[in-house]
């Protein structure tokens, strides 16, 4: 049967009617189903009620809270034990000291070390695991191999613990001496190893320790797996998938993942598809979040909203992070209301909610709707972030709201104790420029206490050629010359610029300077889906087997656009602008 909140206090009211409530046996089993339950409240009121609480009572909380992710209450509750002198024994201190590991409390578990010493548990191995992995994770290595070389007896768990410990601290060569001293190794061992070597991107050594392993796992393939696709070795990575004898899910996340990473999105729905087709392994909420993250880099809103249909259908209609993937790909592949009529559709609702909603209703020019969600955000008790803020100033900047885009970014430091990144400067370089105000702009520029960056001189060229200002211009393409020297689209937008102008002269002064260069512009590239197939195509391109077919629906087009009044612009279609 599953236990619940109320068959809980039945079984408690039932404890008190029959005066167990001092029972050292019914009562801490009582405190670890209340932890089951996430009602550590409950837990404590039981726990303080115990007039004679033994070390199994305290053992009970600790585990609880710990259960719970109170770590800090667990330190603070063992503090209170030492005042009482109650006595811990060995099962009391791997679980503070694992507490201490997680809120880094490394002077707070140095005293447990004394106590350990002082109350005759050097010799734990349990303990003595626990005191390694506090001195690895606060980078005291010297004292974690100071408590390894104590230890009378030293089992497998030991050894992967120090070893571990140094890979944890970067010394891949002082793991790899150990591993070779240790009398054991089991298949945990092999792979925390061959891990060690992928994060230090030596992937030669980590095969070699994969092919030398006596038996392998799943876990030993997927270590391998995601180290190829960690360190950009998608052909590696395949084809080492294609080896495998048994995959799980997280063998497809590492493939996927890898194609993900490395900017291989059409891969990833292929692969996506290949999964389902087999049928053996199911798709998990990692699976399915990547998949979208796919379809939104690559416009492919049919797919995605298959994958959407499919997540409702599998039970993830209430998962944030897939809710927050599908708001992502509907916002970036132009559907803005169906981003927003998931995210009204979600009863729990993250940081990253937030933020990409609000990103997503500014990169369509739906400003006002994006700072009415952030005034709701607050409302909610979520507190924005850096990212938040981003999407606040870009909402500024389509309504030309520029008071109240300095307000905003003011309010970063002042409110909310957010220091500004290069991003949140571009952003108000970009307010000020889109506004008219360049001179502002500039100024803006020359106080901030970072350096501009590309992006920020490019928004600033951009402007200057809807306000003409040709010195401005000329003074952002100095400094990109500088940054970017091989971006010949730096020189296309001062070309242009001097076009409207009519400058032609020196639109040939910067179309040599250009050439000079030795770079040629990379072409716009788009992309467009049909019938769940994701086709890419730039300018004149000819690849595309229906070429004739497209280009006859082109110029029929064209003639509708003349037809309805439509003149081009030819300043912006010269040959090379």
Same mark, same amino acid.
């Given at each position: 049967m599953h236990l619940t909140t109320k068959h809980l206090h039945q079984i408690q009211t039932q404890v008190v009617t029959s005066g167990l409530e001092q029972s050292d046996y019914i009562t801490p089993r009582i405190i670890t189903a209340c932890a089951q339950l996430k009602q550590m409240t409950y837990a404590r009121k039981m726990f303080d009620k115990i007039t004679d609480q033994n070390v199994v009572s305290w053992n009970a909380m600790f585990n609880g809270y710990a259960q719970n992710e109170f770590h800090r209450t667990v330190v603070v509750l063992f503090t209170q034990m030492k005042k009482l002198d109650a006595m811990p024994n060995c099962f009391t201190f791997p679980i503070v000291l694992k507490s201490c590991v997680k809120i880094n409390a490394l002077r707070e578990g140095e005293e447990l070390h004394c106590l350990v010493l002082k109350n005759g548990f050097r010799a734990n191995i349990f303990v003595g695991t626990a005191l390694i992995e506090l001195y690895s994770t606060g980078k005291a290595i010297e004292a974690a191999y100071k408590v390894f070389g104590e230890m009378y007896e030293r089992n497998v768990v030991v050894w992967t613990s120090m070893i571990n410990g140094y890979i944890s601290c970067g010394d891949i060569v002082s793991a790899r001496c150990l591993f070779e001293l240790a009398p054991e190794r089991d298949v945990i061992l092999w792979n925390t190893i061959v891990s060690g070597y992928i994060d230090v991107r030596n992937m030669i050594e980590a095969r070699k320790l994969f092919d030398q392993m006596p038996k392998k796992d799943v876990i030993s393939w997927n270590t391998m797996l995601s180290g190829y696709a960690n360190n950009g070795d998608v052909e590696e990575c395949k084809r080492l998938f294609e080896e495998m004898p048994e995959r799980n899910v997280f063998s497809w996340n590492g493939l996927i993942g890898g194609y993900a990473n490395n900017g291989l999105f059409f891969e990833v729905l292929d692969a996506f598809k290949r999964m389902l087709t087999e049928g053996r392994v199911f798709p998990n909420d990692a699976t399915i979040v990547t998949v979208l993250s796919a379809c939104a880099r690559l416009g492919a809103l049919d797919f995605g909203k298959w994958v959407h249909v499919y997540a409702e259908y599998n039970g993830y209609q209430g998962n944030v992070c897939v809710g927050n993937a599908l708001i992502d790909m509907y916002a970036k592949c132009g559907i803005?209301?169906?981003?927003?009529?998931?995210?009204?559709?979600?009863?729990?609702?993250?940081?990253?909610?937030?933020?990409?909603?609000?990103? %997503?209703?500014?990169?369509?020019? #739906?400003?006002?709707?994006?700072?009415?969600?952030?005034? @709701?955000?607050?409302?909610?008790?979520?507190?924005?972030?850096?990212?938040?803020?981003? %999407?606040?100033?870009?909402?500024?900047?389509?309504?030309?709201?520029?008071?109240?885009?300095?307000?905003?970014?003011?309010?970063?430091?002042?409110?909310?104790?957010?220091?500004?990144?290069?991003?949140?400067?571009?952003?108000? =370089?970009?307010?000020?420029?889109?506004?008219?105000?360049?001179?502002?702009?500039?100024?803006?520029?020359? #106080?901030?206490?970072? @350096?501009?960056?590309?992006?920020?001189?490019?928004?600033?060229?951009?402007?200057? #050629? =809807?306000?003409?200002?040709?010195?401005?211009?000329?003074?952002?393409?100095?400094?990109?010359?500088?940054?970017?020297?091989?971006?010949?689209?730096?020189?296309?937008?001062?070309?242009?610029?001097?076009?409207?102008?009519?400058?032609?002269?020196?639109?040939?002064?910067?179309?040599?300077?250009? #050439?000079?260069?030795?770079?040629?512009?990379?072409?716009?590239?788009?992309?467009?889906?049909?019938?769940e197939v994701v086709v890419n195509f730039y300018s004149l391109d000819k690849r595309h087997p229906k070429t004739e077919e497209i280009y006859e629906t082109l110029k029929g087009l064209t003639k509708l656009l003349r037809s309805s009044g439509y003149v081009p612009d030819a300043r912006v279609l010269e040959p090379g602008a």
């Open positions: 803005i209301e169906n981003a927003v009529n998931v995210f009204n559709s979600m009863d729990t609702k993250d940081l990253i909610t937030w933020n990409t909603i609000i990103s %997503g209703l500014a990169m369509h020019g #739906r400003g006002a709707g994006a700072l009415s969600l952030f005034h @709701e955000m607050k409302n909610a008790g979520e507190m924005p972030d850096g990212i938040t803020f981003i %999407g606040i100033l870009c909402a500024c900047t389509h309504m030309g709201l520029v008071e109240e885009g300095l307000s905003y970014f003011q309010s970063m430091a002042m409110d909310y104790s957010i220091v500004p990144q290069i991003e949140h400067y571009g952003c108000m =370089v970009d307010l000020l420029a889109r506004a008219g105000r360049l001179a502002e702009a500039v100024d803006f520029v020359k #106080r901030m206490p970072i @350096e501009a960056d590309a992006v920020i001189w490019a928004n600033l060229l951009g402007s200057c #050629r =809807v306000y003409k200002n040709v010195e401005l211009a000329e003074l952002a393409l100095e400094r990109l010359t500088e940054l970017e020297p091989k971006n010949p689209a730096n020189f296309v937008m001062l070309s242009n610029i001097y076009g409207d102008l009519g400058r032609w002269k020196d639109v040939a002064r910067i179309k040599v300077a250009m #050439r000079d260069t030795g770079f040629k512009k990379l072409p716009g590239c788009s992309s467009i889906e049909v019938n």
